[in-house]
């Protein structure tokens, strides 16, 4: 059971918009702490989406984005390709634990 | 541009131990090195999500580490930053334990984790 509520999976069309949420509560992203966004492709080390709710690293495409509100946050992916395809998991800190905490991961499937 | 590889991953017994390390390349010609940065260890096991297992801090935190409650007392993250390579010991090993391993360098923003290496699998067997 992870700290952070991720669906276990999404879906869309070539060019569709899908939305990822990522559900906390007041030790984690109620609290302030930031969420960052991974997304691992098959046989691949995760590589870095979103940082500090909304930000995007260097090379990292604008159809790509985040939104943090109260104890939950979501990543958006726009003009989706099939090259999307993969694991996308959120990530932030949570006080109780005194631990970094992921959410469960999310499969997004291209069709 | 900053490159993280994992190596001594393998097949070990239940009870043993194993040490993984994380070797850093990438950072000349930037002004930081790889002694300024907090380096972490995840794991992924066989049809699960992504997990945190540790943390070991920079110099200027006199490398102070931090454990997933799930592995404290068993397993111990260390760094030699002039070889730019961080350690994972894993002892006590279960079977429990079997998953690619990965190591992360924390950026010094947000606390994020900004490059990753590609994994080794640890696998605990009998």
């Known amino acids: 059971q992870s700290v952070l509520t991720q669906p276990p999976s999404v879906s869309g069309a070539p060019g569709q918009r899908v939305t990822i949420s990522c559900t906390g509560s007041?030790?984690?992203?109620?609290?302030?702490?930031?969420v960052h966004w991974y997304q691992q492709l098959p046989g691949t080390g995760p590589k870095l989406l979103i940082y500090a709710h909304n930000n995007r690293p260097s090379g990292i495409p604008d159809r790509f984005s985040g939104s943090k509100s109260g104890t939950s946050a979501s990543l958006s992916i726009t003009g989706l390709q099939a090259e999307d395809e993969g694991d996308y998991y959120c990530q932030s800190y949570d006080s109780s634990l005194n631990e970094v905490v992921f959410g469960g991961g999310t499969k997004l499937t291209v069709l | 541009e900053v490159q993280l590889v994992e190596s001594g991953g393998g097949l070990v017994q239940p009870g043993r131990s194993l040490r993984l390390s994380c070797t850093a390349s990438g950072f000349t010609g930037s002004r930081f090195t790889f002694g300024d940065y907090a380096m972490s260890w995840f794991r992924r096991a066989p049809g699960k999500g992504l997990e945190w297992v540790g943390l070991i801090r920079n110099k200027l935190y006199g490398g102070a580490t931090e454990y997933a409650a799930s592995v404290k007392g068993r397993f111990t993250i260390s760094r030699d930053d002039s070889k730019s390579i961080a350690y994972l010991q894993m002892n006590s090993l279960k079977i429990e334990d079997t998953a690619v391993y990965y190591c992360?360098?924390?950026?010094?923003?947000?606390?994020?984790?900004?490059?990753w290496g590609q994994g080794t699998l640890v696998t605990v067997s009998s």
């Open positions: 007041s030790s984690n992203i109620g609290a302030g702490y930031d």
């Open positions: 992360a360098r924390r950026s010094g923003g947000y606390e994020d984790f900004d490059y």
